[in-house]
């Protein structure tokens, strides 16, 4: 099956702190990778779109200077909270997609708390 | 706006009953539709998904039910064990290859 893996999966740090998270495909090549943002107890949103090799395309409402989204390979998108606030604290979830029309594989998300 | 509305919100089934969710969307672009299971501090596992041109998926316990004329789709799980006690959410987009909408998910609780 289509194994897709997140790093670190808890990040504690201070605020105003820059926090890199890591996406990859394992076991195939991810044309397309979506970053979703989780509140407790709420439903995934989409926060941006990344495809291999191009910028991202981010949904209305997210601030791309402050999710830095990089997609530089066909295994492996990162995304990076700048100057992270408490209102970041979050589960922040990739999830890939092979070329055309497939499943979504996600992987177990990034708990990030900032205190 | 909700694109996507799943109801119930939360869902109590006794073991070997069948457990049904609902959800109906707005945006006719939608053409897949698949269902996810979440366990606590986990990412969303793909169950099952179908695509607007047939009206019915099973898979082993899963089954979609999917009405076109009324933009609604529904999960069936049956025979619903102890295991299954899960957050489900239901979600669609425009094509495979696009970002999900999603539904605010339903969280289920089978009870021995």
């Known amino acids: 099956g289509a194994v897709v893996s997140q790093h670190p999966s808890r990040v504690i740090c201070k605020s105003g702190t820059s926090v890199k998270i890591e996406c990859r495909s394992l076991d195939f090549q991810a044309t397309t990778m979506f970053w979703y943002r989780q509140f407790p107890k709420q439903s995934l949103m989409l926060m941006a779109t990344s495809n291999e090799g191009s910028k991202a395309t981010y949904e209305q409402g997210v601030e791309k200077d402050k999710f830095l989204i990089n997609h530089a390979s066909l295994t492996l998108s990162t995304l990076t909270v700048t100057s992270a606030h408490p209102e970041d604290s979050s589960f922040y979830i990739c999830s890939a997609t092979r070329q055309g029309p497939s499943a979504q594989h996600f992987g177990d998300g990034t708990r990030l708390s900032i205190l | 706006q909700q694109q996507v509305k799943q109801s119930p919100q939360s869902l109590i089934v006794q073991k070997g009953g069948i457990s049904i969710i609902n959800c109906a969307y707005e945006?006719?672009?939608?053409?897949?539709f698949p269902w996810y299971q979440q366990f606590p501090g986990k990412g969303p596992a793909l169950l099952i998904a179908?695509?607007?041109?047939?009206s019915e998926k099973k898979e082993g316990r899963f089954t979609i039910s999917f009405n076109k004329s009324a933009k609604q789709f529904s999960l069936h799980i049956m025979d619903s064990q102890p295991g299954d006690s899960a957050t489900y959410f239901c979600a669609a987009s425009p094509g495979g290859a696009d970002g999900l909408t999603f539904g605010k998910g339903t969280h289920l609780i089978i009870q021995p």
């Open positions: 179908i695509r607007p041109d047939v």
């Open positions: 945006n006719t672009a939608f053409d897949y």
